[in-house]
């Protein structure tokens, strides 16, 4: 099949809007025969240009002269010595020198215009500018895409969510993939186009393979995954488009060589290279996009490996040299006492390591990241250190003696011996084999004297008694009034003051005492920030108060200064909510540490739907400090968690166990009432277990089941009465740890609500009817969703 019905037969895979703007072939070809037809009229014929090549005397070269607006071919024949020119080939030069000039002696130089050619390139550079119009409209297409779905996976794929290893394992078969990886850059073939084609084929049966759409949970995630496909077929599209122009604009040209003998293909692409079609990297930079904005939303465990062992940099000390390393690695450099860079290295880099050296930022990073990889790297570091005392044990116990070793030694002479029989002045015990080693004295840290509930309270310096050993006293002056906290979106830590505590959701008095513990929302000092934003964005925060002097002129910065300057003007984009929080001088943020135990107050700032979130919650918790009735007040009486087995056993015995690491209390086994012979049920058989919670402990327990359905229920979950329940597929998904000796159960949660009163229908003596005006109907709807900010689906 020709070229041209090739290039028809392929355009109907494209989009239909796209199809106008390809080059048509099959008009440049028919006009290739108007400039044969031109270079024969003037007597240049193709065997006559072709017997140029070999001739010395005559010279022709094929050049453009103009712009790439107005082309202008022409040809040069340079003529050195006239006389030397065969008789035969001078009546065709005769008809090409103009009448001024004569054949003579002298060196002779020829110019001719060519008018059909010029015709022709002036029809190609119009097809490739129209090619090149779709190219800006489709490019500005694709990276407003990519900047939606960039924010859309930022939520997505937070380290929050359930969802983020998941989107890890997508990115990792992406990059695998490598769906637009070609030999040569801007080479487009058509098997560049299938190879590309046939990979994302594979991407998308790898995800299905791995069941990784379905481990995606939020409604959120499935979305991101269908643009990021669509995104990525579209980005295979447009290759097929590139590859089809540049094909066709390439034979064209070798077309238009055979047919005249010139050389266009070597000469074109030169005089047009800044031609949209000639720019190399045009989908290798939509591509770049893709792969910047949307694949390093969610860091790989790779990029922060050890590379020593290959395994993640936990915990990550980062040397003189730049270079960063765990700190068990280093620590078995300095036992085999290589105390230099092990790549680049440097003298003494890894000799001069101390606790200074942990990079607190990155740590942070990681354990914000990279939870199980932490985790299995604990793990191995606690396996090698077993084995490593192990050994050590072995090599302490003394060796066997022999009788005869063991006879001469007792002959030896009584000074010679340890007297092992009796109270000795020696300070080391009798059958000690290592000599009763005692370890070096350390001095206890801040955070290992017992550290009172109180230096967690942000208030006036004072002065705090210790009870130490021997019932003395200690003056402490320690107060908790700072920590590191970070701004995930624009990957960098300050160190600031905390202000007040502002919400807890588990405990009011914590806020109300300005009490510092994890998780707690507070407010720290925006300046360290604003002070960062500004001298690297150099663009002011916020709105200057009233009676404040205007700005002062900028000081003249370098090129290189203002051109990184304009590259971050594209990302300087700030939430309004944020810039609220600095006009006022305070920010919203989280607290991850536990100030209790470690002695620091670290978090990160809130942004985005987390901060609107809190912001509704603040809301709340102001409104509902004024209770109009508190006997109208919905509360929960009791959560009732079950575990249906269907059978006594092992099973029965491991799920009673899980009920009692989530709350703490015994489970209570239920008996079959009948005996059902269909699913070898007997009567009076345990078959299921439950657990019933009261309390803040019901409340807590509760929110981490909602937390795992999104906080949101159908509305059959709801009873008549005001009760409602629902289920956990996994009761891993609550926090509790995965044990392969106890396997994964899912459960049941059922709320029994109440208002303060309903106890006279229960009590044995002047019991009574709860008013139907007292009764919960549809009012728990209305406490869910006010109380955890949820939503109700009324889909069957």
């Keep these: 099949m020709k070229f041209g019905k090739q290039m028809e037969t392929a355009a109907y895979d494209l989009p239909e809007n796209w199809r106008p703007h390809l080059i048509h072939y099959k008009t440049l ?9 031109e270079l024969e009229s003037r007597g240049l014929s193709t065997e006559w240009i072709n017997t140029l090549d070999t001739e010395q005397a005559m010279r022709l070269d094929y050049t453009f002269d103009g712009d790439v607006k107005d082309p202008h071919p022409c040809i040069r024949i340079t ?10 080939e001078k009546p065709i030069l005769l008809k090409l020198i103009p009448v001024t000039q004569q054949l003579n002696t002298e060196p002779l130089s020829i110019k001719i215009e060519l008018v059909r050619d010029s015709e022709f390139f002036h029809l190609l550079l119009h097809e490739l500018s129209h090619a090149a119009a779709l190219h800006d409209v489709e490019k500005s297409r694709f990276l407003e ?28 078969v992406y990059m695998e993939a490598a769906i637009f990886k070609y030999e040569a850059e801007g080479q487009y073939s058509r098997q560049s186009y ?6 994302l084929q594979w991407f998308t049966e790898e995800l299905s393979r791995m069941n990784l759409t379905k481990k995606l949970t939020s409604k959120h995630s499935k979305k991101a995954l269908a643009q990021f496909l669509s995104i990525n077929a579209q980005l295979v599209h447009f290759k097929h488009f590139q590859s089809l122009n540049q094909t066709a604009m390439i034979k064209i040209l070798k077309k238009h060589d055979k047919r005249t003998s010139l050389s266009a293909t070597s000469e074109f692409p030169t005089f047009a290279k800044n031609n949209a079609i000639f720019v190399e990297g045009i989908l290798l930079s939509l591509y770049n996009a893709v792969q910047t904005k949307l694949v390093t939303i969610v860091p790989q465990p790779d990029d922060y490996d050890c590379p020593v062992c290959f395994s993640i940099a936990w915990r990550p000390i980062r040397l003189e040299c730049g270079h960063v390393f765990c700190v068990r690695c280093l620590i078995k450099a300095h036992k085999k006492r290589m105390y230099d860079c092990p790549i680049c290295r440097k003298k003494h880099a890894v000799g001069n390591a101390d606790a200074h050296n942990l990079d607190q930022t990155l740590q942070s990073f990681m354990l914000l990241y990279f939870p199980k990889e932490i985790k299995e790297k604990r793990k191995e570091n606690e396996q090698e250190q077993a084995t490593i005392d192990k050994q050590n044990m072995r090599r302490a116990l003394p060796p066997r003696r022999s009788p005869v070793a063991s006879s001469r030694s007792l002959s030896a002479p009584v000074s010679s011996r340890r007297d092992t029989s009796c109270i000795s002045r020696d300070s080391r015990h009798k059958r000690s084999a290592t000599g009763a080693r005692r370890d070096q004295y350390r001095k206890k840290r801040k955070f290992e004297l017992g550290r009172q509930s109180a230096n967690t309270k942000l208030g006036a310096k004072r002065i705090h008694l210790v009870r130490v050993r021997g019932g003395n006293f200690k003056r402490r002056a320690l107060r908790l009034e700072s920590g590191n906290f970070s701004w995930g979106s624009e990957g960098i830590s300050r160190k600031t003051r905390a202000l007040t505590v502002v919400y807890n959701s588990s405990n009011n008095e914590l806020v109300r005492t300005n ?6 929302v507070i407010q720290i000092d925006a300046t360290p920030f604003r002070q960062w ?27 290189s200064v203002e051109k990184k300057i304009a590259a971050r003007a594209a990302t300087s984009a700030i939430d309004p909510l944020l810039n609220d929080q600095f006009n006022a001088g305070r920010l919203y943020a989280v607290i991850a540490s536990r100030p209790g135990q470690s002695g620091r107050c670290d978090g990160y700032i809130l942004e985005g739907k987390e901060l609107e979130f809190y912001l509704r919650k603040i809301k709340s918790a102001e409104e509902q400090k004024v209770t109009k009735n508190p006997m109208r007040n919905l509360q929960i009486e009791k959560l009732v968690l079950n575990i249906c087995v269907g059978e006594s056993g092992d099973r029965l015995t491991r799920a009673a166990k899980v009920l009692e690491q989530l709350t703490g209390q015994t489970p209570v086994y239920t008996k079959a009432r009948y005996t059902v012979r269909t699913f070898s049920i007997r009567r009076n ?10 309390g803040p402990k019901a409340e807590e327990i509760l929110e981490r089941g909602l937390k795992v359905k999104e906080y949101e229920l159908k509305a059959r979950n709801f009873s008549s009465t005001g009760n409602f329940g629902f289920g956990i597929d996994e009761h891993i998904d609550l926090g509790i740890k995965y044990d392969p000796s106890i396997g994964i159960y899912g459960m049941d949660y059922f709320v029994v609500m109440g208002r303060p009163g309903n106890r006279v229908s229960r009590r044995k003596h002047c019991k009574a009817k709860v008013g139907v005006n007292h009764r919960i109907k549809k009012e728990s709807q209305e406490w869910f969703k006010a109380r955890f900010d949820g939503t109700i689906s009324y889909k069957a």
């Design 685 to 694: 058989e345990k078959i299921a277990v439950h657990v019933t919670v009261r």
């Design 79 to 88: 003529i050195e010595d006239p006389t030397s020119i065969a008789s035969s």
């Design 194 to 199: 299938q190879r590309s084609q046939s990979q």
């Design 533 to 559: 934003y500004e001298s690297h964005y150099a663009i002011a925060l916020g709105k200057p108060k009233a009676g404040e002097a205007a700005p002062v002129a900028a000081e003249k910065k370098s090129n």
């Design 515 to 520: 009490t510092l513990v994890k998780g707690a």
């Design 145 to 172: 895409i990519v900047q939606m779905l960039e924010e859309q996976l930022t939520i997505a794929a937070a380290p929050q969510k359930k969802d983020l290893y998941a989107w890890r394992e997508i990115f990792n």
């Design 29 to 37: 070809k028919k006009s290739i025969r108007l400039v044969v037809d």
